[in-house]
């Protein structure tokens, strides 16, 4: 008899899913098999005393380990042994109000999003999709002035889209800790002669990074195709419904407060619950308001209104973003947290930034907006290599 240990931190669990097909199953049967097996821990918030006992029976029964304390309860256990819990013919009676939750967590598991839906087009996201930036602001933290005529902007773009960028993130106003408010029609004339350029020239499909419904509305008649709100709908809810109306794209990031004051409200007890959470409430007003799900894209907003230390946690438990069921989106680009562990100045942060990349890939992000292109795209290729065999 030989015990070989098969590398299990994968998710999906890759090496299970290869022992297995390497002895004759068949793609799908092997993909569904490695999901059951692979081991979950679910967190379960808000439960009632009757629940919480019923789910240590359970777990005792069925082999799972269940933590508990007053109102809530930890439950860790493979997915197949989960399964039973979300099935209403299958659950204990006392437990009849998990099922619905537990079950699109299960299958958002199973089966994440593979695609995302955008004005005239479909993003597929079996390989990573690199968002390049294009900030047209004379106060950004990297690049503010570097792009501030339409014609510098454009070609800064077309160089973006060469070195392998999928969608041209356009931004016309600083979103820096502490940056000033920009006027919606300020920032328009800042966007739209450049989304309208770089879609004439076909340079790939456009977002326009705003929070605000108006700026959103021109530079989606001017051809974008997503919108990028890094304020998750909190700045200006409306936006929501002018996305939905044009049927575009849309990202919705997390952030708490605005610039001037996220830095004091970086306050968590756990922060990947916590953020997951609140943008789990930004894309129900956003499904809430037409905006389709297949459209909808989520974004931890790494370091926005969060420690270094929070945005390590967060890049490193990204697992709880993407359990949500939308495809993830990180914007690590740069980023003070960055500097934190390496000491390196902003100019001098995209080696980093590709290595956050490439550890956010192998965490289930799938989009991620940066400034250095082709680094990033080096580092993907690599990280994406090990989770997407030929």
Not at 62 to 75: F, I, K, P, Q, R
Not at 245 to 255: D, E, F, T
Not at 307 to 313: I, M
């Amino acid at each position: 008899m030989r015990v070989t240990a098969l590398a299990a931190h994968t998710s999906p669990p890759e090496a299970v899913r290869a022992a297995l097909a390497a002895r004759g199953w068949e793609t799908q049967p092997a993909w569904f098999a490695a999901t059951g097996v692979q081991s979950l821990v679910v967190l379960l918030d808000e439960i009632t005393e009757s629940e919480r006992e019923a789910l240590v029976h359970w777990g005792a029964k069925s082999g799972a380990d269940v933590l508990t304390g007053e109102g809530w309860a930890l439950v860790a256990a493979a997915a197949s042994r989960l399964a039973p819990l979300a099935r209403y013919d299958r659950a204990p009676p006392a437990l009849a109000r998990l099922a619905p939750e537990l079950g699109r967590f299960l299958a958002a598991h199973a089966e994440p999003p593979r695609t995302w839906a955008i004005s005239g087009a479909e993003l597929k996201l079996d390989k990573p999709v690199i968002i390049g930036i294009v900030n047209v602001t004379p106060d950004s933290f990297s690049d503010g002035g570097h792009f501030a005529t339409v014609e510098a902007a454009v070609e800064h773009g077309a160089r973006l889209t060469a070195h392998g960028a999928r969608l041209l993130d356009v931004g016309g106003e600083s979103t820096r800790p502490g940056a000033a408010p920009v006027p919606a029609r300020e920032e328009i004339e800042r966007v739209v002669p450049v989304i309208r350029e770089l879609v004439r020239r076909e340079l790939g499909p456009v977002s326009v990074d705003t929070r605000k419904a108006e700026v959103a509305r021109a530079a989606l008649d001017a051809g974008a195709a997503v919108v990028n709100d890094v304020s998750g709908l909190a700045h200006d809810p409306p936006l929501a419904a002018v996305v939905a109306a044009a049927g575009a794209g849309l990202i919705v990031m997390h952030m708490r407060g605005t610039p001037d004051t996220m830095d004091d409200l970086s306050h968590y007890r756990h922060v990947a619950p916590e953020v997951a959470a609140e943008l789990a409430g930004a894309a129900a007003r956003a499904e809430q308001a037409g905006v389709a799900r297949e459209r909808i894209v989520v974004d931890p907003g790494l370091g926005f209104a969060k420690t270094a230390t929070q945005n390590f946690r967060l890049l490193d438990e990204l697992a709880t973003i993407a359990a949500l069921g939308y495809p993830v989106a990180v914007g690590p680009s740069r980023k003070r947290f960055l500097g934190a562990a390496t000491g390196r100045p902003v100019e001098d942060r995209d080696r980093v930034t590709a290595v956050a990349c490439a550890l956010a890939w192998e965490r289930g992000a799938r989009l991620f907006r940066v400034h250095d292109v082709a680094l990033t795209r080096e580092s993907l290729t690599l990280a994406s290599a090990t989770t997407n065999p030929t």
